[in-house]
């Protein structure tokens, strides 16, 4: 359950982060004393999806540590809904749906 807890807390920040009138925007990570995060779903097989959370822990310059978490998830099934191709032409197709990550950072 705390692992669910961080993984939506990471990306709901993020996903503020995102934000033009946030003024703490980075695009490197502070090698001397940081945590990196990520968060991956990916495809396990037709019923299930990987959720795939990784922890970079940095001080001084190199990685102390990776801290990585796996959980399955079950798949959300299938959508329809309008795909475009470079030229803009659009077909209807079907592909799984995704799930929605959320972070809460407190």
């Not at 502070?30 to 999806?49: F, K, M, P, T, W």
């Not at 077909?91 to 929605?100: F, G, I, P, Q």
Request: net charge negative; with cysteine.
């Amino acid at each position: 359950m705390n692992r669910y807890l961080l993984a939506g807390a990471l990306l709901t920040a993020m996903l503020a982060s995102c934000s033009d009138e946030n003024e703490d925007l980075t695009h490197e990570v502070n090698h001397n004393g940081s945590v990196e995060s990520s968060i991956q779903v990916s495809n396990l097989d037709a019923g299930h999806r990987l959720l795939t959370t990784r922890h970079k822990v940095w001080v001084g310059g190199s990685v102390y540590r990776t801290i990585e978490y796996t959980d399955t998830l079950p798949s959300l099934g299938l959508e329809h809904t309008v795909a475009e191709n470079e030229e803009g032409d659009e077909k209807n197709v079907t592909v799984d749906k995704d799930y929605e990550i959320y972070i809460t950072v407190k």
